[in-house]
C-alpha cells in the first residue's frame, strides 16, 4: 500500500513539475458594489457644511427641535454648563467654535477627527470618540440654535 | 483489485495533468484535484469584499451562516430556530415569543432548506426562508437586518423537510410533511389504520409582496406518502409545483427496508393556481388545528406569538386536474426545475439513471389523458409519456441538482461522492470530480433560479474525516468550492461551515450589501420600555415586578446605581442603546442571571430579566467592548430582604445640572443622588 502511495505521489509532484512556471491568472473580477454606496447611504455622515447663516433674533422653532435633539442624543455625554462629563460641557461652545465647525463635528464626525487640530486635541481630553449620533446637516442646525440659546442670544 | 483501482486513479490522474499542462486555456486542469492557480481565485484581500453571500443552512444547530464566497469566510450566524448565546436570541424578553409553539417555547430545531425571495424566478435580496424540520415550522430572515423577522408553524405535519422551497413571484413557501400524519384534530388512531387515516399534508404558505409576512393559505391533503423535497415551475411552467415523494409503499415501521420496494416511487406534480381557483369557488374546508405565528417588529423591537385556531384545506378528491403523479425511480429526493422550466429532474437515491421529464410532455399526458392507473384516486401519469430522457450511469446515489444557466446540470452523488456535469437537452455526461467526502446538498450561485449566476459550485459535504486538523469526535462540518466557468470542473477550496450545511444559496453581494440596515433609528423606536435619551431613564416598581428604563451609551449605564429591590422581586432591565453609529452594539450583564446576557445594537432596545437570588450588592456591566472607557462601563444594583424599607432609588454620576434637572422636574421620581463620583 505504501508503496502504491509513494507511486501516486511521484505522479503527481511529475505533473506538478511540469506546469510550474505557468503565470497564475488574477481573480477575474472584482465585487460589482462599490464601498462608496454604501457610506452613502442615509444613516451616516452627510458631507462637510461649509457655510452656515445665522439670524438673530434665535429661530424658536428650532431652538426646540435642537433642545429635543439634545434630550435624545446628546445629552449622555455633554452638560449644557462648561463642565466636562464624557465630552465637553456646551457653555460658551457658540463663542470659542465657528459655527462650521461645530456642525461639521456633529455631522462630520470622522472628517473632522482626521483632519481637524482641534477637533483631535478633544479626542486626546476625553479619548472617548465623539459618537455619529446619526444626526442631518439641518438638525444640526437646530443644535446649534439650541446652542446659541444656551449661550444667552436671544 | 486494490491495485487496480490505484492504477486507474494513477491514469486518470495523469490523463487529468496532461490536460492541465496543455497551453491552450480550455479544459485545463481537467480531472486534476487542484487547480494550479487556486490561490488567486480564492483571495480576497484584507478588505476586499466577496464576490457573493452564501446563505448557509445549519442544519441541526437551527441557524443560518452568513459566509463569504470565493474566501469562504464567515460573516455572521442568524440564529433561526435556535436560542442563541452570542446575542440573547430567544433569551431577551423580547425575542422568547419567536420560539413559541403549539407544544409550548421550543428552544433549538432542527433546519435544512435555504431560499432565497425571486421576483420572475430571479433572486431580489429582500428574504431568505428556512423550515424547521422536527416541530414544523417556516421561518423568513430579513436580508438588511439578517434577523429573523417571523416564524410560522405548520399545523397537520410531522418532519417539515419538503420545504421552503418558493413559487417564481414569491407568492408561496410551501411545506411537504415527510411524515404523513392522522390530521392534528383527530390524532388518536392506531398506527396500522396508516392507509386509512395518515394523509401526507401539503402546506401553502402566502407571503405578502410588501411586508413578507405569511400565513396558510391552504392545505392540500394527499395519500399518505412521505414527501422529501420539491421546486416550483418557473417560466412555462410557473402555476406548478413539483414534490418527490418516497414510501408510496405506506409503510408505518422499518423503512429502510419497507419503503425501498418499488420500482418507481412518484414526483407529484400541483396545479397551485387550479387549487387558487378552486379556493375561490368555496372547495376548500376549515378544519380545526393549533399553530403558532410568530412576527418581530423592527420598531418596536418586539415580537409577539399568536396561536391561530384554524386552517383551510383542500381534499383533491373534490378539486380533478388539481394533482399528478409522475413515475420516477427509486425513492426520490432532490427534485430540480431547470432555469427554462421545462425540465424536472428527479434524483432517486437508489436509482441507477437520473430521469428528466418534460413539462410540455407532461401537459400533453394529461390532455391526452395517458395515465398508467391512479394512486388513491390520483391520475398517474405514463412514466414514458412524461420522459424528456434519463442520464445513463451517472453515478451511485443522486441527490440534488442544480443549474449553471449553459444549458448544463450539477449533480450531486452521495454514495459515489462525486459531482457530475450533463447537458440538459442531450443527457451526456461532462464531467465529474471527486468530492471529500460524501456531498450531500450542492449549491451554483443562483442555481435554482431562472437566471443562475454560476461561476462556482459548492459542495457541502456530509463526512469530514481527515480533512482538517482532528478535534476529537466531532470534527467541523466541511464545503468545498469549485471553479465552473471553464468546461472541466475544478477544485479551488475547502472551508469549514457552522452546523451541518444542509442546502445553502449563494447571491451575488450587489443584490444585498445596498439594502443593509447599519442603525434602528431612535427616532423610530417604539418599544413599549424604552428610554429616548437619559431623561427618561426611570425605575418603576410593579408589585413584584421592577422594570428599569436604561440607557448605553460610551461609555456608561443610566442608571448605574439601584438601590431598593427586594428578594422575590422581578427585574426587567429594558436597555437602550442610545449610540447612533453602525457597529457600536452594547452587552449588558448582571451578575448570577440565569437568563443569559444581551447584546443591544444602535438603538435598538433589549430586556433581560433578572430574579435575584442573593442579598447584596450585584455588579453589572457591559460586555462588548466599546470604547477605551469599555471597563469603566459597570454599575451596581443593591438588593435588600423582602419586606425591607429601602426605598426605590437610582441615578448616574454627580449632582445633575440645573439644566438636567429642569428637564426632569416632569419625571415623578427623585433622582438620587449619587455614590459614584465621575471624574
Not at chain 2, 408561496?172 to 392534528?184: E, K, L, N
Not at chain 2, 410593579?542 to 422581578?570: A, C, L, Q
Request: glycine share 8%.
Amino acid at each position: 500500500m505504501k508503496r502504491l502511495f509513494l507511486y501516486l505521489l511521484t505522479l503527481t509532484a511529475l505533473l506538478w513539475y511540469g506546469c510550474s512556471g505557468k503565470g497564475a491568472e488574477q481573480r477575474a473580477e472584482a465585487p460589482e458594489t462599490n464601498p462608496k454606496e454604501i457610506l452613502e447611504q442615509p444613516e451616516t455622515h452627510g458631507t462637510e457644511v461649509k457655510e452656515v447663516a445665522l439670524s438673530t433674533p434665535l429661530d424658536q422653532a428650532m431652538v426646540k427641535k435642537g433642545s429635543d435633539i439634545y434630550d435624545l442624543k446628546c445629552m449622555s455625554c455633554h452638560k449644557l454648563t462648561d463642565e466636562k462629563l464624557v465630552g465637553p460641557g456646551w457653555k460658551e461652545v457658540t463663542k470659542k467654535r465657528k459655527p462650521t465647525w461645530i456642525i461639521n463635528m456633529i455631522t462630520n464626525v470622522d472628517m473632522m477627527l482626521a483632519e481637524d487640530a482641534e477637533a483631535q486635541k478633544l479626542l486626546e481630553q476625553c479619548l472617548v470618540r465623539m459618537p455619529n449620533q446619526n444626526i442631518t446637516a439641518e438638525e444640526a442646525r437646530s443644535v446649534l440654535e439650541f446652542m446659541r440659546k444656551n449661550d444667552g442670544e436671544k | 483489485m486494490k491495485t487496480n483501482i490505484i492504477n486507474s486513479i494513477a491514469v486518470a490522474v495523469l490523463a487529468g495533468g496532461f490536460f492541465a499542462c496543455k497551453p491552450d486555456n480550455a479544459g485545463k486542469n481537467g480531472g486534476s484535484e487542484i487547480a494550479g492557480d487556486a490561490a488567486q481565485k480564492v483571495y480576497v484581500a484584507p478588505g476586499k469584499h466577496d464576490e457573493f453571500y452564501n446563505i448557509v443552512s445549519g442544519g441541526f444547530n437551527g441557524q443560518l451562516s452568513v459566509v463569504g464566497l470565493p474566501s469562504g469566510r464567515v460573516f455572521r450566524i442568524i440564529p433561526v430556530f435556535s436560542q442563541f448565546a452570542e446575542n440573547g436570541w430567544g433569551y431577551s424578553e423580547e425575542t422568547k415569543p419567536m420560539l413559541n409553539t403549539s407544544h409550548g417555547f421550543v428552544p433549538w430545531d432542527d433546519s435544512h432548506h435555504v431560499a432565497l425571495s425571486t421576483t420572475n424566478g430571479e433572486h431580489d435580496g429582500r428574504w431568505a426562508f428556512i423550515n424547521g424540520n422536527n416541530t414544523p415550522r417556516i421561518a423568513r430572515v430579513s436580508l438588511s437586518t439578517f434577523r429573523t423577522d417571523e416564524i410560522i408553524e405548520l399545523p397537520n405535519s410531522g418532519g417539515n423537510h419538503s420545504s421552503p422551497f418558493i413559487t417564481a413571484n414569491t407568492e408561496y413557501a410551501v411545506a411537504g410533511t415527510r411524515f404523513s400524519v392522522p390530521p392534528d384534530a383527530n390524532a388518536d388512531v392506531p398506527i396500522s389504520s396508516f392507509k386509512q387515516n395518515f394523509k401526507g399534508y401539503i402546506s401553502f404558505v402566502s407571503i405578502d409582496k410588501t411586508t413578507g409576512h405569511m400565513g396558510v393559505k391552504f392545505q392540500l391533503k394527499t395519500p399518505g406518502v412521505s414527501f422529501d423535497l420539491a421546486r416550483a415551475g418557473k417560466g412555462k411552467s410557473d402555476g406548478w409545483f413539483f414534490f418527490s415523494c418516497y414510501n408510496t409503499e405506506q409503510a408505518a415501521s422499518l423503512l429502510e427496508v419497507n419503503a425501498s420496494q418499488k420500482d418507481k416511487d412518484f414526483i407529484l406534480a400541483v396545479n397551485w393556481k387550479k387549487a387558487e381557483e378552486y379556493l375561490a369557488q368555496g372547495k376548500g374546508k376549515k378544519e380545526a388545528a393549533k399553530y403558532a405565528h410568530n412576527i418581530y417588529d423592527e420598531k418596536t423591537h418586539s415580537a409577539t406569538s399568536t396561536i391561530l385556531t384554524e386552517v383551510m384545506t383542500l381534499d383533491p378528491k373534490e378539486c380533478p386536474g388539481m394533482l399528478y403523479f409522475m413515475p420516477c425511480p427509486k425513492s426520490p429526493h432532490g427534485c430540480d426545475v431547470d432555469p427554462t422550466g421545462s425540465y424536472i429532474v428527479g434524483s432517486g437515491k437508489l436509482a441507477a439513471v437520473i430521469p428528466v421529464f418534460s413539462f410540455d410532455k407532461m401537459q400533453k399526458a394529461i390532455a391526452a389523458k395517458t395515465f398508467d392507473g391512479d394512486f388513491d384516486g390520483i391520475p398517474v401519469l405514463k412514466y414514458d409519456a412524461v420522459l424528456h430522457g434519463e442520464v445513463k450511469k451517472p453515478g451511485l446515489g443522486p441527490l440534488h441538482t442544480e443549474f449553471d444557466g449553459q444549458g448544463n446540470a450539477i449533480t450531486s452523488f452521495f454514495v459515489s461522492s462525486e459531482l457530475v456535469k450533463w447537458n440538459i437537452e442531450k443527457l451526456e455526461v461532462l464531467d465529474r470530480v471527486p468530492t471529500y467526502y460524501s456531498v450531500g446538498h450542492l449549491c451554483i450561485p443562483g442555481g435554482p433560479t431562472a437566471k443562475p449566476h454560476g461561476k462556482y459550485v459548492i459542495a457541502y459535504n456530509k463526512i469530514t474525516k481527515d480533512r482538517y486538523l482532528p478535534t476529537g469526535p466531532e470534527l467541523t462540518q466541511s464545503a468545498q468550492l469549485y471553479d465552473i466557468s471553464g468546461d472541466k470542473m475544478k477544485l479551488l477550496l475547502d472551508f469549514p461551515t457552522i452546523g451541518e450545511p444542509h442546502y445553502a444559496e449563494a447571491i451575488p453581494a450587489s443584490l444585498v450589501e445596498k439594502n443593509t440596515k447599519k442603525i434602528f433609528k431612535l427616532e423610530e423606536n417604539n418599544h413599549p420600555y424604552v428610554a429616548k435619551g437619559e431623561k427618561e431613564t426611570k425605575v418603576v416598581r410593579k408589585g413584584n415586578e421592577v422594570h428599569v428604563y436604561m440607557t448605553s451609551i460610551r461609555s456608561h449605564f443610566t442608571p448605574d446605581n439601584i438601590e431598593g429591590v427586594k428578594m422575590g422581586d422581578e427585574v426587567f432591565f429594558h436597555v437602550t442603546n442610545l449610540e447612533q453609529d453602525w457597529d457600536v452594539p452594547h452587552g449588558f450583564a448582571v451578575r448570577g442571571a440565569q437568563n443569559a446576557e444581551i447584546l443591544i445594537m444602535p438603538g435598538e432596545t433589549s430586556t433581560l430579566r433578572w430574579k435575584p437570588t442573593k442579598v447584596g450588592v450585584t455588579p453589572m456591566y457591559c460586555t462588548d467592548f466599546c470604547s477605551a472607557l469599555h471597563q469603566e462601563m459597570q454599575g451596581y444594583v443593591r438588593v435588600s430582604p423582602a419586606g425591607s424599607s429601602v426605598p426605590l432609588t437610582w441615578g448616574t454620576g454627580k449632582t445633575p445640572t440645573a439644566e438636567a434637572e429642569k428637564k426632569t422636574a416632569n419625571a415623578k421620581p427623585k433622582l438620587n443622588t449619587p455614590k459614584v463620583a465621575m471624574k
